[in-house]
């Protein structure tokens, strides 16, 4: 059978809406992912006209929402869901067949599937290939697909690179180029996506085809690592890096975890050219696993988390320290206490703060949430980590939370604290790239808004409660102003969500199966 040639369009959704802050100027393009870039390779191999589009804030839905579009794919996390949702809408309209990937597809595949005509979870070629035979319109609820598990191999980045290349362009001064050794994760951290997926190594030979093309393209690339956990295999990775690329040739960013960062990776890393880390800490009283700290918490887990971390320091210029604010391990003031007190003892690191987020399906722990009544209606908008919490704190207040949160943040980026990193920092680009992150950022002042409207508004505080599920008009009209000319495509329904849908599911299916 002669298949037919269709015009597909690819959107990566990096940013949710028009923005012009400088720091997203710069750095939004090397946010992109992997997956929209090997679909759109997958789809040109499958035979079909492709156009792949980065949308990073900058620019004009008009000129690349075009009309030319049989099937259209939206990778999008749920920060961006709204705008897929209304973007979808818009294509549905004009007669396309619409299609959602990504983070959001996997953590609210049943909210996505009322606003797309296929929900895609792990998705390989078969599966790809199974929604492009179909075509077909779903509605008014969209066909959820899955494959197995993740794909074993993906295009190399040769195969993909005009699409690389196409968002790199975006990025006026530092160019970050994606790539991937692995998929899943071997830790278990009850709140995270990746936590429930098997820690699967890609094949290294292949790792190292990319290396070698890279370097045809680019004098001294920057290559970030979208491995949920890099280094896993650590061996193995440096042998593929060693290989090909001799020092001082390429440089890397990658996210680990403080167990695998021991000194002598370190000066591996050093050797092959490793300029940035960012390893979670997440809590000073869990996860100790990853941290390398094995029982100690507390004070005991500070000291030893700030002395390796100025150990990294000496041996990987840029350092990123994560941390999750409002774990049920949390109490009182003494977590914030003890963070500040971090970041006196290892002042060269930047700090990134994430608000404890119930992402659907993504995580065990979110069914204990939804068991408890304890997950907010937050629309998908605000679900970033930064300007929505939607859980119920078990441990504090909703207005004495955000107190600490606000201290906290405005105490990580107050001016004595950014003297004092910008001198623990070696090398004009990580002392330029702290400075813009820290004097751009509004999280401080956004977490004291939030605070003083539970304290003032009482439609606030009632939905904070849970007492109402009426999204109250500061929300409302954020999203509205955001959106921008997609606010009057938003399907109706689409602006709120059923919170607990991954328990319904859950027990649903056991349920059937007793």
Known sequence: MTRRRLRITILDLVAKGPTRRFFHRMMNANTASIMPQVIAAWCEELGHDVRYVCYT????????????????????????AQ?????????????????????????????????????????????????????????????????????????LLEERWKFVAATLAKAPLVKFVPMIGSMGCPYTCSFCIDSVVDYQPLAFDRIRADLRFLQTKQRRPIVAWH?????VRFNDYMAAIEDVVRPGRM???????????????????????????????????????KSKTGKATGRDKVRQVADHVNTILRHIPYVQTNFVLGLDSDSGTEPFELTKH????????????????????????????QRAGRVLPFPF???????????????????????????????????ERLWARLNANRGLTTKAMNFMRAKSSRRGHFQGKIRRLLEADATVRRFFDGESTELPDFYRNRIRGQLGALWEFLPEGALMHDQNAYLKRHEAARVAAE
């Not at 971090?342 to 949430?369: I, K, M, Q, V």
């Open 227 to 231: 491995d949920p956990n890099f280094g």
């Open 342 to 369: 971090f970041l006196d003892l290892a002042p060269g690191a930047y700090p990134a703060f994430s608000l404890l987020t119930s992402y659907g399906a993504a995580a065990p722990l979110n069914l204990e949430f």
């Open 57 to 80: 804030g900058f620019e004009d839905f008009n000129d690349e929402l075009r009309d030319d579009c049989d099937v259209l794919f939206i990778s999008s996390f749920s920060r961006s």
């Open 381 to 415: 908008h605000f679900l970033d980590s930064n300007h929505a919490m939607n859980v119920r704190p078990l441990n504090y207040d909703w207005a004495e939370f955000y107190a600490h949160a606000e201290d906290l943040t405005l105490y990580a980026h107050a001016p």
């Open 251 to 289: 440089r890397f960013i990658a996210e680990s975890s403080l167990s695998i960062l021991s000194e002598p990776h370190l000066k591996r890393m050093q050797r092959n050219g490793f300029v940035g880390i960012l390893p979670g800490i997440e809590s000073w009283y869990d996860l100790g696993n």
């Open 83 to 155: 705008t897929a949702y209304a973007i979808s809408n818009l294509y549905r309209k004009r007669g396309a067949v619409t299609v959602l990937g990504g983070p959001h597809a996997r953590c609210y595949p049943e909210d996505a599937a009322l606003y797309f005509d296929y929900v895609l979870g792990f998705t390989d070629k078969g599966v790809l290939d199974d929604v492009l035979q179909d075509r077909a319109p779903h509605r008014p609820v969209g066909r959820l697909l899955s494959a197995a598990r993740q794909p074993t191999e993906l295009p």
